[in-house]
């Protein structure tokens, strides 16, 4: 058993470490419109420095909100033709312990995240619902650069999306957290970024065919189916009978010509000389 001033000195080493624990990590907190944060396409609507509206036809839009941590929210519903068909995306890279990604209690979107860091090459992604708080990803390595991207998973169905803040956690020796800005606003977005063309709606027709003109249209594609098969039944048949007639000609000029049987002669009488030598007197019939 220990003896009491062995316990008492303990307990006050112990006090006295407490502190050092308390302040070991601490807590900074980006609102949803800080410089670090990027968004693709740009976000544009409301600013700090304005309380005015502006034309906005990005799909990330700043919106003002009473239940927002610095009174505005960026929110998104997904891609829009206006944007360009961007999927909107949001890019963050920091060196840190952990992440906490605070949205609106209005937000019904799914959303893929990715954490990344470039040496070594580690990827970690999940895909989540951002309905569900807290969205907290753990386990990063602070003397590295992380990347964060939250990708717009677009759905058959109407989502929301509210970036409230964004809290990152380090260590109180930390001095360097944010690389800033996390990708420059002159530098063109990866290759890789997905986009999706929103086709404009088909117009419906004014008005439909009649049962008429269907039933003329029917008719006529028989009629022409008829008088087609016809003509290609003759054009086969005249031809068969052309070559057969030409064959036939071919073969009689072929066969050998036919003998032709010669009948013997009888002899003809041969005339004496005195038939030959007939006197007047018979020539004229008169008797001697």
Not at 90 to 114: D, E, G, M, Q, Y
Not at 139 to 148: N, P
Not at 186 to 198: D, E, F, G, H, Q
Not at 221 to 236: E, K, Q, R, S, V
Request: hydrophobic share 40%.
């Amino acid at each position: 058993m220990r003896s009491l001033p062995v316990v008492f000195l303990e307990l006050i080493c112990l006090l006295a470490f407490l502190p050092g624990l308390a302040h070991a990590v601490i807590n900074i907190t980006l609102e949803d419109t800080a410089s670090q944060i990027i968004y693709s396409p740009p976000a544009c609507g409301l600013t700090l420095n304005s309380a005015g509206t502006e034309t906005c036809n990005s799909s990330w839009r700043i919106v003002a909100s009473a239940n927002a941590s610095d009174g505005t929210l960026t929110t998104t519903s997904g891609p829009n033709n206006a944007s360009g068909g961007f999927i909107p995306q949001l890019f963050l890279s920091v060196r840190a312990l952990a992440l906490n990604i605070k949205t609106s209690p209005r937000s019904t979107a799914v959303v893929n995240i990715s954490v990344s860091t470039a040496n070594p090459v580690v990827s970690v992604s999940a895909q989540v619902n951002t309905s569900i708080q807290p969205i907290l990803i753990i386990g990063l390595a602070e003397d590295r650069l992380t990347t964060l991207a939250l990708t717009f998973d677009q759905s058959n169905v109407s989502t929301v999306l509210d970036i409230d803040s964004i809290t990152i956690t380090v260590s109180d020796n930390n001095t360097t957290p944010f690389v800033s800005p996390s990708v420059p606003a002159s530098t063109a977005l990866p290759s890789i970024t997905p986009s999706v063309v929103v086709p404009p709606p088909t117009p419906s027709p004014s008005h439909g065919q009649s049962s008429g003109d269907i039933a003329a249209e029917v008719l006529g594609a028989i009629l022409g189916d008829i008088l087609l098969t016809a003509g290609a039944t003759f054009a086969i048949l005249f031809l068969r009978k052309r070559r057969r007639k030409a064959q036939g000609v071919q073969w009689q000029s072929e066969l050998p010509a036919p003998a032709v049987a010669m009948t013997p002669q009888p002899p003809r009488p041969r005339r004496t000389r005195r038939a030959r030598e007939r006197t007047p007197a018979e020539d004229v019939g008169i008797a001697r």
